[in-house]
């Protein structure tokens, strides 16, 4: 396998690690990087490559926040399910997250299973992303400056409502369908909306990523009919590797900046991107 392919691969790790936490759109990006640095593969190949890509990335999470995911302890178990049988070995508390979780993933989930492949044909495109990119930084700058003087509702995961997990889904549903509205940005300003502070709308979303992401390279897997030659895991596998490296960083960074400081900066950021993506494909390409 040529060199130069895995050292693509690897910067596209890099995009992909440090995209896909902060709220500026990994697909737009990804689309971006792309007209520069193409990968010699087919076209189905590189877009399993872009989702599948993510589960380095999740990985990141699920180390980072392995004690807050995982949910069976019998010993340091503060409030089991149940006193006796298989519920003593359940923390209570994580099993409640990780059904608000599923009830926030169910809107995206089952428009994802049944929609995919008209998503991708439809809204792929660089025009869309840049709108996506656009829209959702304005909504940042504005939902961070209606929210200034405002105390949160809701600072700690155990006090999120089912309810508020299913209007943080719908917001996930919009990123789902238009790609460059990113996950994490689509779900954080909707958490912001309705009262959650910065820390658990961050917490939130990297916890729906968990099943979000695999449910979504586990679809591109499958539907993935190429085959794969040793070069192509290869390039797979170290796109993942670094991405999760690079990811481990990134998100410990985001969780540290929004204790000191809100979301606009991301929101300028994805105003610039989204017109340098109209520029580029209107005038220069």
Request: net charge neutral; aromatic share 14%.
């Amino acid at each position: 396998m040529d060199f130069i392919e895995i050292l693509k691969s690897a910067i596209l790790g890099i995009v992909e690690g440090i995209t896909e936490w902060l709220p500026i759109s990994s697909t737009g990006h990804l689309i971006l990087v792309d007209e520069f640095l193409k990968l010699n593969m087919t076209e189905d190949f590189k877009k399993m490559f872009d989702v599948v890509i993510q589960l380095g990335a999740i990985m990141a999470v699920v180390i980072i926040f392995w004690k807050k995911l995982f949910p069976f302890s019998k010993e340091n178990n503060p409030c089991p399910l149940s006193n006796e049988g298989i519920g003593s070995y359940v923390r209570k508390d994580i099993f409640n997250m990780w059904l608000k979780v599923i009830v926030a993933c169910l809107p995206a989930g089952v428009v994802g299973l049944f929609f995919d492949n008209w998503i991708d044909e439809h809204f792929y495109n660089p025009w869309c992303v840049a709108i996506a990119l656009i829209v959702f930084g304005i909504a940042f700058i504005v939902v961070e400056n209606w929210n200034r003087k405002k105390t949160p509702k809701v600072t700690t995961i155990d006090n999120l409502t089912y309810k508020m997990a299913l209007i943080i889904g719908m917001f996930q549903l919009i990123a789902a369908v238009f790609p460059g509205t990113s996950r994490s940005g689509a779900t954080i300003v909707g958490a912001l909306l309705i009262g959650i502070s910065r820390t658990v709308s961050a917490e939130f979303t990297f916890y729906l990523a968990v099943p979000v992401m695999f449910g979504a390279s586990l679809l591109k897997l499958v539907k993935y009919d190429g085959g794969f030659d040793s070069g192509e895991i290869m390039i797979l596998t170290t796109g993942m590797i670094i991405a999760f490296v690079v990811s481990l960083f990134v998100i410990s960074f985001l969780m540290d900046y929004i204790k000191k400081h809100d979301f606009k900066v991301f929101g300028w950021y994805r105003i610039a991107l989204g017109a340098l993506v109209l520029l580029y494909f209107a005038v220069i390409k």
